[in-house]
């Protein structure tokens, strides 16, 4: 079956960097796009950033265009959301989710698989 196994979360300083890992395995990685959503306490799941399948392409979230990046590594089947120059206001459980095709949606209802999930915690 499908798995998307995260890592890499943890506390950091704000203006530090984190990055989060997503490893795919049971389907055809270099067939769909995955996208990154994020989910803080008593809000709801919000769009971070995504990459479409081929890895060429790569969308953002206003809040983090600039300072997150989204890349593809397509030979360890594994994605990555570099996230520099961090805010408390990033503080949040970070998802990996796997698309249902090639193209990104900014919605958690264009993806058919999640990752567990890892907490991100930026201290001022």
């Known amino acids: 079956q499908v798995q998307l196994v995260e890592s890499g979360g943890g506390l950091v300083q704000a203006g530090g960097s984190l990055r989060l890992s997503c490893a795919a395995s049971?389907?055809?990685?270099?067939?769909?796009?995955m996208g990154w959503f994020r989910q803080a306490p008593g809000k709801e799941r919000e769009f971070v950033g995504a990459?479409?399948?081929?890895?060429?392409?790569?969308y953002y979230a206003d809040s983090v265009k600039g300072r997150f990046t989204v890349s593809r590594d397509k030979a360890k089947n594994t994605d990555y959301l570099q996230m520099n120059s961090l805010k408390p206001e990033d503080t949040a459980v970070y998802y990996c989710?796997?698309?249902?095709?090639?193209?990104?949606?900014?919605?958690?209802?264009?993806?058919?698989?999640w990752g567990q999930g890892t907490q991100v915690t930026v201290s001022s």
């Open positions: 990459i479409n399948a081929s890895g060429g392409s790569t």
């Open positions: 049971g389907r055809t990685f270099s067939n769909y796009a």
């Open positions: 989710a796997g698309g249902k095709g090639a193209g990104y949606s900014p919605n958690p209802t264009g993806y058919m698989y």
